[in-house]
RNA sequence: GCCGAUGUAGCUCAGUUGGCCAGAGCAGCUGAUUUGUAAUCUGCAGGUCGGGGGUUCGAAUCCCUUCAUCGGCUCCA
């Protein structure tokens, strides 16, 4: 017998050999049903292993990551038998599960592409093999024999991943006819998988190279009831509803002309509205933090981002040097104001008294990406930075770097963004030539983030590799209203750039020191936090972002003149109103001024004229009642300082 | 940049295997109506079918090329 500890803390005891699954079925057969992996002794499994030694065990249902990673990685071997079946000689690299469902890697061979309409053939072909029930076994086999097995099947790519294995035993797993290189776990069988959809085909690198071969990847999604899968594709649908590239050009806030260029956004007036809002509120903000705001030019001589290190590292892949004329110099379009701001910390001398001294600019930068990789405002070759740089004494880093995780929290907090995430990015240890700057250096920056994070008690994880050439960051992704992640502000810790630049302070020694150097966004940009916005609150910005506050709705063309003097009243008092003068009822005014995402109907007819008063509704809520327009101004104004206060 | 897909009016979309002046709804403009909380009616106008080239008696439809967009890959200071 052995004894099997249970996370309530319960010990039970079962006779030697028996499978996680099978002591599921003993707690209820109900369980056994929706559990899809198990925990044993901190490792995870398939259901269906023995256990031959006392043991803890978890066992995991669908709301764990584990039971969806085996359902899914399950599912792209499903998937690929399908494909194999539909598809003889089709060649596989890689299938892993990912967040929302799997992918398979394959290469088709011959002359044979793939298009959507293999899709759905893929997908009959799966739901076919499920519900033949079929089990997935493991099967412990040497390297040598899992090599013969697919150099036979002429799998170069299972081959290729095989030779960077262990030497020592590798696992196959087999369902139906399909067998594939994999370290688990798995499902018992295909009989759970009850809802399948393949969902999209996309090129990608084999082993993410791009000067390997490129691979057709089909993606796919799959549950374990039909109510499950309508409710995702519902959640798709809702994503599409939100996409704030449809919803940017619905309410006219931002266009792109081709004849301007790809990814270079143009803000039109209600656009520009947002904006300013924001740099308001945030101006605001850092003014109270003791920040300093500049303005730099959109150009720099190409010296100065030589001297930054940029232009060695990404000069070839950036827009390339303007020429001029006559004097023979170079300016590039500026990339980073970081450079710029170094040399207004240079332009004066500094006193360790002074210091930190906090630079903040709302400064546009140009990028040059890749035509393939530009999305809407979210990947773009021009935007504006709320880009802060604080210079300040190597003692007063934690406590510097701390107050800016302050900063980020509060700002969350005044635009609901209650959850987030932190992300620590450290160097990758093996690939050390990637970055500028001393190991003491980076060594150090490394431990004040990891350290003032801790201090603040943030939740983070830690990536290595993820780090900037420069320094180490912290990253903050905030969960939008349909639970999705966006990458927002970050904090990067710099000793390099001080070193370049030269920049110095006096000490209380009166000898010349050199200055820390912290990078930090809120927003991330302009351009990616409004499409952020737009997609959080489907475009119904709250009232304080809302390019056009309220539109007046006369009844009839009879009460125009009226309307018009409430319009008149509440744009000198800097409530920004429309008015809808056509000649249509009322209800279609409401209706077209609600899908406009308007916040305040104020509606005018007879009684309004007579008393003063405007009859307001709000959006999306309905009718409000009767208000004097001074008390509307007033309301108005309290909405705003409320929603902007914490 | 790479792989795949898409491109018809301001927007959303029809347009069967190539065949009469390329259609609809919404938006726009006319005119009528003067309306009380999510769509009043009439009429009109609007399109080099993304651009260029080709095949054909004939191309939105087939082929080539180019541009842009979408989904990914690579990249992301």
Redesign the pocket.
């Known amino acids: 017998m052995i004894k099997i500890k249970f996370p309530d803390g319960s010990v039970r005891e079962y006779k030697k050999g028996i499978t996680s699954l099978e002591i599921a079925e003993q707690i209820s057969p109900r369980l056994a049903k929706e559990v899809y992996a198990a925990t044993v002794n901190g490792e995870i499994r398939d259901l269906t292993r023995s256990i031959d030694t006392d043991a803890t065990l978890i066992l995991h249902k669908w709301e764990d990551e584990q039971a969806k990673h085996a359902f899914w990685h399950s599912s792209s071997h499903l998937m690929a038998e399908a494909i194999e079946a539909l598809f003889p000689g089709t060649k596989f690299g890689i299938g892993p599960a990912i967040e929302n469902g799997f992918y398979y890697d394959i290469d088709p061979g011959n002359e044979k592409?793939?298009?959507?309409s293999d899709l759905v053939l893929i997908e009959n072909k799966m739901k076919e093999l499920a519900s033949k029930n079929l089990t997935y076994v493991r099967k412990d086999v040497s390297k040598k024999e899992a090599l013969d097995l697919f150099s036979k099947k002429g799998d170069e790519y299972k081959t290729e991943l095989i030779g960077d294995l262990e030497d020592g035993t590798i696992s196959l797993y087999s369902q139906g006819n399909f067998t594939d290189l994999c370290r688990g776990p798995h499902l018992p069988s295909t009989e759970a998988i009850k809802a399948v959809k393949v969902l999209?085909?996309?090129?990608?690198?084999w082993r993410?190279?791009?000067k390997r071969k490129?691979l057709?990847?089909i993606?796919g999604i799959t549950f374990p009831k039909q109510k499950m899968l309508d409710d995702y594709l519902v959640f798709l649908e809702e994503a599409k509803k939100r996409d704030h590239?449809?919803i940017g050009?619905e309410l006219e806030l931002f266009t792109?002309s081709?004849k301007v260029g790809?990814?270079l956004p143009l803000w039109m007036p209600k656009g520009s509205e947002v904006r300013k809002s924001l740099i308001d509120f945030m101006t605001g903000i850092l003014r109270k933090r003791g920040y300093q705001m500049v303005t730099t030019p959109h150009i720099g001589n190409v010296n100065l981002y030589k001297t930054s290190g940029?232009f060695e590292?990404?000069g070839a892949?950036?827009f390339q040097p303007i020429n001029t004329p006559q004097e023979g110099e170079q300016f590039m379009l500026k990339?980073?104001n970081?450079p710029h701001h170094c040399e207004i910390f240079n332009a004066t001398p500094h006193s360790y008294k002074d210091l930190p001294y906090r630079m903040a600019e709302f400064g546009t930068v140009y990028?040059?990406?890749?035509?393939?990789?530009?999305?809407?405002l979210t990947?773009v070759r021009s935007f504006t930075q709320d880009d802060a740089h604080h210079f300040c004494r190597p003692d007063q880093l934690r406590e510097e770097f701390k107050s800016i995780i302050d900063l980020v929290l509060y700002t969350f907090k005044i635009l609901n963004f209650n959850e987030y995430t932190a992300q620590i990015s450290l160097r990758d240890p093996d690939n050390k030539q990637k970055y500028i700057g001393s190991e003491e250096n980076w060594i150090k920056a490394e431990n004040d983030i990891i350290e003032a994070a801790a201090e603040k008690n943030l939740k983070t994880i830690v990536v290595t590799g993820e780090a900037?050439?420069y320094g180490p960051k912290l990253d903050f992704m905030v969960k939008d209203a349909i639970g999705r992640k966006w990458q927002l502000g970050t904090i990067q810790v710099d000793y390099n750039l001080p070193e370049r630049f030269d920049l110095t302070y006096n000490g209380s020694d009166n000898q010349k020191h050199r200055p820390v150097m912290i990078h930090r966004t809120i927003f991330g940009s302009m351009e990616r936090f409004i499409a952020v916005m737009i997609e959080n609150t489907a475009g119904k910005f709250p009232l304080w972002l809302a390019p056009d506050k309220a539109i007046i709705l006369p009844?009839?063309?009879?009460y125009n003149d009226y309307a018009q003097n409430v319009l008149q009243l509440l744009n000198n008092s800097d409530i920004c109103t429309l008015i809808d003068e056509?000649?249509?009822?009322?209800?279609?005014k409401?209706?077209d001024s609600?899908?406009r995402r308007i916040p305040y109907?104020l509606?005018v007819?007879?009684?309004?004229a007579e008393n003063g008063t405007i009859?307001v509704?709000k959006?999306?809520e309905?009718?409000k009642g009767a208000m004097k327009i001074d008390d509307f101004v007033t309301f108005i104004k309290e909405e705003i300082k409320k929603e902007i206060a914490v």
């Open positions: 592409v793939f298009t959507d999209s085909l996309a090129g990608a690198y993410g190279n791009e490129m057709t990847r993606y590239r449809r050009k792109f081709p790809m990814g940029h590292k990404y892949d950036s990339p980073m970081c990028r040059y990406e890749q035509s393939g990789e530009l999305h809407g990947r900037a050439f009844i009839s063309e009879k056509r000649s249509e009822k009322i209800g279609k409401i209706r609600e899908l109907l509606i007819g007879e009684k309004e009859a509704r959006q999306g309905g009718d």
